[in-house]
């Protein structure tokens, strides 16, 4: 049976019920986080966690779980997951009159097939749909998550896996989904985070271990990299093999960048 976490407690999945005062429900105001479950144990927590707690910080949500709590939590949720492989969802919004609700919850998660990590994913530049690198949910998990979505869905409905997103300024910034890294003969380059991408926990990782460097990337330069990486911690790493119906190649370096990951 599939339990959730939900305010303290451990519950069949199906107990949990959102209040209708909710603020999250209601104006989106709230964080989370996803994470891989793999044969129930949730991957790069601690790198999760400290993105959540940090970003509940900036935007004044407090908790009534301490992180070893909240560690312990998702420990339990994902024992009890969907196996091999699932989605784990830690959602908290401000609430309502009672408080900030906090949600655990999971769900199975098919990531894509091995053929897509040596052939590469098609993506869209779609420079309609600006991040707005000054804006105070720059950087941050939020549920407020309408742009991000639309983007997306145009992506997929043009027969793409992801948008390719830029900022106000047009630099190049993020995937819908998904960190950007490019492949130039001195390195692995991703965009900064105060060009207003989310911190992602694979690109995090990656920073920490000197794999990957951070250096402002334009449009133009996606012609010029040697190859194009999509991140995040479901997919790991996986190579761009077109852009806007453009080929480009796939290199070695989304296969040798997913193994470093997993093998931190």
Request: with cysteine; aromatic share 4%; hydrophobic share 40%.
């Amino acid at each position: 049976m599939s339990l959730s976490y939900w305010n303290g407690r451990i519950v069949p999945a199906g107990e949990v019920a959102i209040a209708p005062d909710d603020a999250g429900f209601l104006f989106g105001d709230g964080l989370f986080e996803t994470l891989r479950v793999d044969e129930a144990r949730a991957g790069n927590v601690e790198a999760h966690l400290d993105r959540l707690l940090e970003g509940l910080r900036r935007i004044g949500i407090e908790l009534a779980e301490d992180r070893q709590a909240l560690r312990r939590a998702v420990s339990e949720v994902a024992e009890a997951a969907p196996r091999p492989i699932a989605r784990l969802r830690i959602t908290v919004t401000r609430g309502g009159h009672e408080g900030p609700n906090r949600l655990i919850a999971t769900a199975p998660y098919e990531p894509p097939d091995e053929d897509l990590y040596r052939r590469g994913v098609s993506t869209r530049l779609l420079p309609q749909y600006p991040i707005d690198s000054s804006s105070p949910l720059a950087g941050l998990k939020s549920i407020s998550y309408q742009l991000h979505r639309l983007a997306l869905r145009e992506a997929e409905a043009q027969g793409a896996y992801e948008a390719l997103l830029v900022n106000e300024r047009g630099r190049l910034v993020e995937g819908s989904r998904t960190n950007v890294a490019l492949v130039f003969p001195d390195g692995v380059v991703t965009p900064p985070a105060t060009h207003g991408c989310l911190p992602g926990t694979v690109r995090r990782r990656l920073l920490e271990r000197g794999q990957i460097k951070e250096s402002p990337l334009s449009p133009e330069d996606l012609a010029t990299a040697g190859e194009v990486l999509l991140m995040n911690s479901l997919i790991g790493v996986l190579p761009v093999s077109k852009i806007d119906n453009e080929e480009i190649p796939v290199g070695p370096t989304a296969a040798r960048l997913r193994k470093v990951f997993e093998s931190l």
